[in-house]
């Protein structure tokens, strides 16, 4: 069975930093892309940035470019997304997606999915 579990939100003030983490289970990790995908209240799911499993490629959404990172750690299944220079505008449940085909941003490329981990960024 695919797991995803989100971990490291909380309530930062604007221009903090936190590191959210997903652990993934019951899959190959290298024959998975592992994205981040947020929603904020009231607005459509957006894609943050994902990693491939296998070159461990990356890719981010032009709102969070240059202030978020996202690595891996294939030995323990675990995907991170660093984010610093944090925004109000980033305030928004953020979710960990699998898939074993796509690569991308787009929210509907992701088989699976954790349970999201909330992100508060006040002004």
């Known amino acids: 069975e695919v797991q995803l579990v989100e971990s490291g939100g909380g309530l930062v003030q604007a221009g903090g930093s936190l590191r959210l983490s997903c652990v993934a289970s019951g899959f190959t990790f290298d024959d998975y892309t592992i994205g981040w995908i947020r929603q904020a209240p009231g607005k459509e799911r957006e894609g943050v940035s994902c990693?491939?499993?296998?070159?461990?490629?990356?890719f981010y959404a032009n709102s969070v470019e240059g202030r978020f990172t996202i690595s891996s750690d294939n030995a323990k299944n675990t995907v991170y997304l660093q984010m610093n220079g944090l925004k109000p505008e980033d305030t928004a449940v953020y979710y960990c997606?699998?898939?074993?085909?796509?690569?991308?941003?787009?929210?509907?490329?992701?088989?699976?999915w954790g349970q999201g981990t909330h992100v508060t960024v006040s002004s």
């Open positions: 997606a699998a898939d074993s085909f796509n690569y991308g941003l787009g929210p509907d490329l992701y088989e699976y």
């Open positions: 990693i491939s499993g296998s070159d461990g490629s990356t």
